[in-house]
């Protein structure tokens, strides 16, 4: 899967200086704005927030059967992803946003970073719809926004730990989303992405998400979404 060789990478779930987040936020294809915004949310990442490793190895092979095995082991060595990723482990959260923000712009090189993160994101509720609990839970679903956005709140609460996320319905064609994430000024593109790329994935028709409130919780940042279709 291109993984690269060894141990899990220098940082882990350890905390990091400013310098070691700018650092790496030189090497990402992005403009100077969007670089300081990635070493600011590398550095401010919370350390308990953990991710499923099957979001790892959906993104390593999207981005192998793009640019191939060689540039793959590039950006994965970079992003110090460790070597052995099992699909339902948990894996530092803030390892994987290293690995995102390396990987976005070489699938979607054309565009922001913002943007190439916000279309990367519709895969990954496919990863997750592919994983055995999430063929059992898609079966449940349907193609009606609201069931399909309920149930993608709890796969969200399964594949992101420390991540909290609920919803409930305003009428039959609008409904409220309230989460606490990681502060990072790229969540709303990456959130925007994922319910686009999830009712995509259900033939379901297509959603409007506007961001109605964001404030920052401790280490964390708490978000409103309307969305609507």
Same mark, same amino acid.
């Given at each position: 899967?291109?993984?690269?060789?060894?141990?899990?990478?220098?940082?882990?779930?350890?905390?990091?200086?400013?310098?070691? @987040?700018?650092? =790496?936020?030189?090497?990402?294809? !992005? +403009? *100077?704005?969007? %670089?300081?915004?990635?070493?600011?949310?590398?550095?401010?990442?919370?350390?308990?927030?953990?991710?499923?490793?099957?979001?790892?190895?959906?993104?390593?092979?999207?981005?192998?059967?793009?640019?191939?095995?060689?540039?793959?082991?590039?950006?994965?060595?970079?992003?110090?992803?460790?070597?052995?990723?099992?699909?339902?482990?948990?894996?530092?959260?803030?390892?994987?946003?290293?690995?995102?923000?390396?990987?976005?712009?070489?699938?979607?090189?054309?565009?922001?970073?913002?943007?190439?993160?916000?279309?990367? @994101?519709?895969? =990954?509720?496919?990863?997750?719809? !592919? +994983? *055995?609990?999430? %063929?059992?839970?898609?079966?449940?679903?349907?193609?009606?926004?609201?069931?399909?956005?309920?149930?993608?709140?709890?796969?969200?609460?399964?594949?992101?730990?420390?991540?909290?996320?609920?919803?409930?319905?305003?009428?039959?064609?609008?409904?409220?989303?309230?989460?606490?994430?990681?502060?990072?000024?790229?969540?709303?593109?990456?959130?925007?992405?994922?319910?686009?790329?999830?009712?995509?994935?259900?033939?379901?028709?297509?959603?409007?998400?506007?961001?109605?409130?964001?404030?920052?919780?401790?280490?964390?940042?708490?978000?409103?979404?309307?969305?609507?279709?």
């Amino acid at each position: 899967m291109g993984l690269s060789e060894g141990e899990a990478g220098t940082w882990g779930r350890k905390p990091i200086t400013m310098g070691e @987040a700018a650092s =790496f936020a030189a090497r990402v294809q !992005a +403009s *100077p704005r969007e %670089r300081e915004a990635v070493a600011q949310t590398l550095f401010e990442f919370p350390l308990e927030c953990e991710v499923r490793g099957m979001f790892f190895v959906g993104l390593v092979n999207a981005v192998a059967s793009v640019v191939g095995q060689t540039e793959t082991q590039r950006i994965t060595e970079l992003a110090e992803v460790p070597s052995s990723v099992l699909p339902f482990t948990l894996h530092p959260h803030r390892d994987f946003y290293k690995l995102f923000f390396l990987a976005a712009p070489l699938l979607h090189p054309h565009v922001e970073l913002s943007e190439a993160m916000r279309r990367v @994101a519709g895969t =990954f509720y496919p990863t997750f719809r !592919a +994983s *055995p609990i999430g %063929r059992t839970m898609s079966l449940l679903m349907g193609d009606q926004p609201r069931r399909v956005l309920e149930r993608l709140a709890d796969a969200y609460n399964i594949s992101v730990a420390w991540n909290s996320h609920a919803c409930e319905a305003r009428s039959e064609t609008e409904l409220i989303w309230r989460c606490r994430v990681e502060p990072t000024d790229f969540y709303e593109h990456i959130f925007t992405g994922i319910v686009h790329g999830t009712l995509e994935s259900h033939e379901a028709p297509s959603p409007r998400v506007e961001l109605m409130e964001r404030r920052r919780d401790g280490d964390g940042q708490r978000m409103v979404f309307a969305i609507r279709w």
